[in-house]
């Protein structure tokens, strides 16, 4: 996504200050630590945005990484990392680059001097220089970029349009299995068998009242793999296999976290001044916009779907007045319009802004609100604004007290 570099890398409240780019020293300067194990940092990383928020097709987290042990005193902040953003950071001394669009997307089947993407890995092996891309881990979490986007519409309620659920199940494995049995020697010949089979947990026997009879009810929670076998142990006893019940069980959702936000304004309002909020918020002087059918700028917007990137498929069957996306509009569902909807399009950069760039002087409070980096003293860091988008994208920003 072209205008959601700062929210993803700096968060609301971020102090930032145009000046020169120079080391910057952590909180503290405090003496006693001026490194930090790139391990370590990637671990901090991943607690800050967990890699398994990303979407599937994303390529995440460390994705290349010098030979250990290596050390970081100098981070390399960027959008995208280009082979002129990469000479920067070797000029600059850089030990990690944090790119938050990752630089290694389809499979390399060689690393090579013949393409830009396979000399960014060699450039990056010459200088021992890891990278690292946090992408969609950084739209799906709370307080990141799509969060950051619904600033943008003024006061609303938002939840996400495709929730991200917890890594690991409650509890170890992916099916409860629970069936009654009245015969106790028997069913002892049976638990016996069970406890011998691999990925089984939880194995709980409870007594139970079953059509007015005194029963056992047994529960318990295994793998796949794990299930193949119970079902064809029980499917012995056909009184067993038909009291049997096989329950899939469910990651739990996670809060306030996942990929778009469906936004309910607490007021309506018109699309002509929603437009202007927008544009204000991502200082922009111009976004496109396709006005559904039968409609103007002055009707009034009461919910909006957004997605930071393309949204296509996150945004596609949401029901709301407004889709706001970056995606050029002929690449959406044409029903959108005809269907009376309004789709908000983020204007791509002039050409004339291609060759600009700015450099700020960034705080470690910028990645995690210290969360991160509180351990680390004297690391440096490199914010590089890459010439691909203008400086005009960086905004929700705080002066320097």
């Known amino acids: 996504m072209k205008c959601k570099f700062h929210s993803c890398m700096l968060l609301p409240g971020t102090q930032l200050v145009r000046r020169p780019l120079r080391c910057i020293r952590a909180w503290g300067c405090l003496p006693s630590r001026s490194l930090m194990n790139l391990r370590e940092l990637v ?47 070797v000029q600059k001394k850089a030990d990690l680059i944090l790119s938050y669009h990752p630089p290694i997307f389809t499979p390399l089947k060689r690393v090579t001097w013949k393409t830009w993407k396979e000399r960014l890995v060699v450039r990056a092996l010459e200088h021992r220089i890891g990278i690292y891309s946090p992408h969609t881990a950084y739209d799906a979490i709370p307080h990141g970029v799509n969060d950051w986007l619904t600033k943008g519409l003024g006061a609303c309620t938002s939840v996400p349009l495709h929730p991200s659920t917890a890594p690991s199940y409650p509890a170890k494995g992916t099916h409860r299995v629970e069936f009654c049995a009245d015969n106790t020697e028997h069913l002892d010949t049976v638990l016996s068998k069970i406890k011998d089979i691999q990925e089984i947990s939880c194995l709980a026997t409870l007594p139970a009242r079953v059509e007015g009879e005194e029963q056992t009810r047994v529960s318990l929670n295994c793998s796949q793999k794990a299930l ?75 919910k909006a779907a957004l997605c930071a990137g393309s949204g296509s498929s996150v945004l596609k069957g949401m029901e709301a007045d407004l889709y706001l996306t970056e995606k050029e509009a002929g690449t959406h569902d044409e029903n959108t319009v005809w269907n009376h909807k309004a789709l908000f399009i983020f204007e791509k950069p002039e050409k004339h802004h291609l060759d600009q760039k700015e450099e700020y002087q960034v705080t470690p409070i910028a990645l995690g609100k210290g969360k991160v980096f509180n351990n680390c003293h004297r690391l440096q860091y490199h914010l590089r604004i890459c010439s691909f988008y203008p400086a005009t994208y960086i905004s929700n920003i705080c002066p320097d007290d």
């Open 43 to 89: 671990c901090a990383l991943n607690d800050f945005a967990s890699l398994s928020l990303a979407e599937s097709w994303d390529n995440v987290g460390l994705l290349v990484e010098p030979s250990p042990p290596h050390t970081v005193n100098t981070l390399f902040l960027t959008n995208d990392l280009t082979e002129e953003v990469m000479e920067e950071a």
């Open 228 to 302: 193949l076998e119970v079902v064809a142990l029980l499917s012995q006893n056909s009184l067993l296999y038909h009291k049997t019940e096989i329950l899939l069980l469910q990651k739990p959702l996670l809060p306030h976290t996942g990929m778009g936000r469906l936004c309910t304004l607490s007021e309506p309002v018109s699309l002509s001044d929603l437009i202007e909020r927008i544009k204000s918020h991502l200082k922009l002087p111009h976004v496109r916009l396709a006005v559904g059918m039968g409609k103007t700028l002055e009707s009034p917007v009461k």
